[in-house]
């Protein structure tokens, strides 16, 4: 079978020769017939246009629909850069496939009726062999003919009925002729599905950052869009998700864009400017807005800017389309970088080790969170909504299993009046072993955090794989109760 190796594509222009032109294209069934390179059409300019029926001579207004866009990046470039640019383009040419690699990562997204555009498939460069016959059954020639996909509708489409439609339109300078020319009907959604969680408790040491990272990385690998938001200073999940890179202050890359810009201004620093990918934390990856030390500098100049409260709502609001679920890990405090995950989130878990001082913790937490209610009542926000306490870092000790554990439990609902989760996270060693991985590069050890998936395709064992399942669980468990 033949190979593809990322580490030899340095640039745009030998991912696109060595990935796309020698491996990927003839891999899939296309021959030179099947594609174009550097298609323009009006103000789109797109690298690669891969078509299931060759058209010959090659002219736009006879492919009925489009086949594949392919665009090839440089191996340096973050591919959420371009994220939406290609959903334009996909629904602008009503293109059913996407496809967006650098050579070091490869995603496919796909267009469905109503217009919107979900990521099907995630691999890192070094997999694209191995998950080829994957990629295949998706975008394969003879996979799409086969399934009949490049004839079913890929949106709602209106034929052009007079000449303001094309004057109008976006390819009016294309090479597209009027009387062939169709203009895609923009659907807009009225209500967004991205749901925001928050991860809070005001005691240290109960898990929020194991559970924040598991729990993104087990919605991601359910197909769900995530966006994970780190708002301690502590930057603990930034450290989880192998964003911390550098040894010496004077590389840090992470001071002057991190989550304190995000809330500094409403006019700038927007989210799509800010997000990072955690690489190689988790297959597929995870978006993340990380934190920094120098966060809690910055408290007191944002506690006096009365906005600064609400701010994480409105740039939530500018990419509700772009992600399902939204996790927000906080501070074990009573402070501004607690308030405003609260005040932005629609459901909160408070992890709870259940012994006896974080279950007295709990009477902090619900005046905290009457006091947030108070103020979402004064913004014309809905009060917040508790999917309860969540059992962590939990002893897997029989004894303690049947005998202290379920007095714990009792007190949650019985003292506390606050619901229970069903799932539990067990103290399983595997859990701070994935996050404190190591990797040797150059004869020097550097941190290589992995999610608890991730680390079980590294290193299987029954503890690993239970792990796992115990965040597959709890993953379950909140999808059923946010529907």
Known sequence: ?????????????????????????????????????????????????????????????????????????????KLYRHTRKLKRYLNNLNVRYGLLTNGKKLKIYARDNDEEIKLIFECSGKKIATKIDDIRAILGKKSLIKANEINAPAGDIAEETDEKKYENSEFQNS?????????????????????????????????????SVNLAASFSRKGKRVLLIDMDAQANTTFATG??????????????????????????NFIPDMVRCSDDFNTPEVDVIPSHINLIEHQDKLNKIAASRSRLIVKLK????????????????????????????????????????????????????????????????????????????????????????PKQKDVVPQRHKLPLMESIIYERTPLSNSLNHIKEEDDVERPDPKSIFEFCEIKSTPSAEQAAEDFETLATEIMNKIK
């Not at 491996?23 to 550097?38: N, R």
């Not at 029926?53 to 866009?69: A, E, N, R, Y």
């Not at 010496?248 to 201004?265: G, P």
């Open 1 to 77: 079978m033949p190979k593809f190796e990322p580490e030899f594509c340095r640039n745009e222009s030998e991912v696109i020769s060595k990935l796309i032109v020698s491996y990927l294209l003839p891999e899939l069934g296309y021959s030179l017939d099947d594609w174009h390179q550097e298609v323009k059409v009006a103000n789109i300019r797109l690298d690669f246009l891969a078509l299931v029926t060759p058209v010959i001579p090659f002219v736009l207004d006879k492919i009925k629909p489009l086949s594949i866009v392919i665009e090839a990046k440089n191996p340096d470039e």
């Open 318 to 405: 500018q990419v509700e389309n772009d992600y399902d679920i939204v996790i927000i890990d906080t501070p074990p405090s009573r402070d501004l970088y607690a308030e405003i995950p609260l005040i932005a989130a629609d459901y909160l878990i408070i992890p709870s080790d259940l012994k006896p001082f974080a279950n007295q913790g709990l009477s902090n937490v619900k005046k905290f969170v009457g006091q947030i209610n108070e103020y979402r009542e004064a913004i014309a926000r809905a009060p917040l909504v508790i999917l309860g306490v969540l059992p962590s870092k939990i002893s897997t000790n029989s004894q303690y299993l049947k005998h202290t554990f």
């Open 243 to 268: 964003l911390i890179k550098f040894q010496f202050e004077e590389d840090d890359n992470i001071r002057n864009n991190y989550v304190y810009h995000l809330l500094e201004s409403g006019d700038f």
């Open 175 to 211: 090479s597209i002729s009027k009387p062939h020319h169709k203009i895609i009907k923009k659907t807009i959604r009225e209500t967004s599905n991205m749901q925001v969680l928050a991860i809070y408790h005001n005691k240290g040491g109960v898990g929020k950052t194991t559970i």
